[in-house]
């Protein structure tokens, strides 16, 4: 799981919630759009879903060949 969160962040490590491909995620998966992505509001995301997270994390992991 942390493999995944470290490839999904890269560029980003230090502000996840400005990584196009979290926010693309978040809007896709959960349909919050893009533009309200903010730090309060993808923090306020991961906590809430964070057992989805972790579950779809540990999954693209089990994916990744």
Not at 9 to 30: M, N
């Amino acid at each position: 799981m942390i493999g995944f969160l470290w490839r999904a962040t890269q560029g980003y490590r230090l502000r996840p919630w400005k990584s196009p491909y979290l926010r693309w995620r978040l809007e896709t998966y959960w349909g919050v759009p893009e533009e309200e992505i903010d730090f309060r509001e993808f923090w306020r995301l991961s906590w809430r879903l964070r057992h989805d997270v972790g579950r779809f994390a540990a999954w693209a992991e089990r994916m990744r060949p």
